[in-house]
Every structure is written in structure tokens, then in C-alpha cells.
């Protein structure tokens, strides 16, 4: 499956973004699969920002609880990740992820990432 986020640029702290992830694959289906956000900080391993599973229940690492809302969109083939309140902490290369054979939190496939930056 190919994963293409969207939706990441420059915003100054206390500011919102929302990225967009969609699958090009129509036999993928984002509602069959765990899938979610992750960053990767400088010389460490892909880690989970927010997942939503099959049942939808969502997880979200403990510093964005309450700042981000993940979200899917079937009909669309697209998972959202809503960001408010933002904080230079937050800035990073964000990537579409899916769970991988062994189950969340390992990862199958990710995208190309989006760039979010937050800076006064």
C-alpha cells in the first residue's frame, strides 16, 4: 500500500494543522487495519503519535493527549490527525503508518512523512 500525507508547514506555537493521510490502494482499507501517526526523532526509532484501530478505539502518546484528535474517513481511504494547541516540541517529520504483521504498536508501512514546523 502507498500512504501520501498531506497537510504539514509552519505554524507558530498555540497554532493548528491538520494532516491528512491517504491510502492509494482501493483493496487497502484504512478501517481493516490499525493505523495512525508517528514521528521520528533525530537517531531514534519510528515511534506512535496517535493510532486508531479496527474498533476504533484511538491511542495517543501521553504529550499530545488532549492537544491531537485522530480520526478516519472510509469512504475516502484517508486517516486525519487534527493538531491544536501546538508547541515547538511538536516539530517534526509526522508519517502515515500502518501496524505491522505482528500487530500495533510494531509498523508495517509508512509514507514519505510531512514536515511540521512550530516556531515563533
Known amino acids: 500500500v502507498r500512504l501520501v500525507e498531506s497537510g504539514g508547514g509552519l505554524v507558530q506555537p498555540g497554532g493548528s494543522l491538520r494532516l491528512s493521510c491517504e491510502a492509494s490502494?482501493?483493496?487497502?482499507?484504512?478501517?481493516?487495519?490499525?493505523m495512525g501517526w508517528a514521528r521520528q526523532l533525530p537517531g531514534k526509532e519510528l515511534k506512535w503519535v496517535a493510532a486508531?484501530?479496527?474498533?476504533?478505539?484511538?491511542y495517543y502518546e501521553d504529550s499530545v493527549k488532549g492537544r491531537f484528535t485522530i480520526s478516519r474517513a472510509p469512504a475516502e481511504n484517508t486517516i486525519y490527525l487534527e493538531m491544536n494547541n501546538l508547541k515547538p516540541d511538536d516539530t517534526d517529520v509526522y508519517y502515515c503508518a500502518t501496524e505491522g504483521s505482528t500487530g500495533f504498536p510494531d509498523f508495517g508501512s509508512w509514507g514519505h512523512g510531512t514536515q511540521v514546523a512550530v516556531s515563533s
Open positions: 490502494s482501493g483493496a487497502f482499507g484504512v478501517s481493516l487495519f490499525v
Open positions: 486508531i484501530s479496527v474498533d476504533g478505539t484511538t
